[in-house]
């Protein structure tokens, strides 16, 4: 996509009730996760240990297995739906997040999102304010996170002023 796109979804694109469904999958590499969980400096050996893993958590659901970190797996999530979603604007915040089931390497993670609300900005005139119920799905069709994400985009042909209450 080119830096001047004007492809959307702009504010204007969204409604309340609206659904989204990733487009591919992503999956989880225990590369992927050792990575992550070092680079963000998680000391929990459950990331990145096997031996400690099969050592202290040999029972169902990890049998022994690396979890992969949750900020991962909330991070894959939130990316499968940016092209729809917040490709033209930014996150504001994140609530509500809920791990539900361990991921683990070899896992392939879909993600969905419902609309819960829109609205104008306050603050920035040519912008709007979306909040979204995410989930994130294994292979299995298992909900592995939950959580709500709000992020502000830009209406059409709206640009970034820097100067708080000005558009464009």
């Given at each position: 996509m080119s830096q001047n796109s004007q492809e959307g979804p702009f504010f204007e694109d969204f409604m309340v009730g609206q659904r989204f469904r990733s487009k591919?999958?992503?999956?989880?590499?225990?590369?992927?996760?050792?990575?992550?969980?070092?680079?963000t400096n998680?000391?929990?050996q459950?990331?990145?240990n096997k031996d400690y893993t099969e050592k202290y958590f040999a029972?169902?659901?990890?049998?022994?297995?690396?979890?992969?970190?949750?900020?991962?797996?909330?991070?894959?999530?939130?990316?499968l739906l940016v092209e729809q979603t917040s490709q033209n604007g930014f996150m504001l915040g994140i609530e509500n997040v809920k791990f539900l089931n361990p991921v683990f390497g070899g896992d392939t993670i879909y993600a969905e999102a419902e609309v819960t609300e829109?609205?104008?900005?306050?603050?920035?005139?040519?912008?709007?304010?979306?909040?979204?119920?995410?989930?994130?799905y294994n292979q299995r069709g298992e909900k592995v996170i939950e959580f709500d994400r709000i992020f502000m985009v830009r209406?059409?042909?709206?640009?970034?002023s820097g100067e708080k209450g000005k558009s464009q």
């Open positions: 591919v999958g992503r999956t989880v590499t225990d590369v992927d996760n050792i990575w992550f969980t070092l680079l998680n000391s929990n459950i990331h990145f029972g169902e659901p990890f049998r022994g297995r690396l979890v992969v970190n949750g900020f991962l797996t909330l991070s894959i999530v939130a990316g829109v609205r104008e900005s306050k603050s920035r005139p040519g912008f709007g304010i979306v909040k979204i119920k995410t989930w994130g209406k059409r042909g709206a640009t970034w």
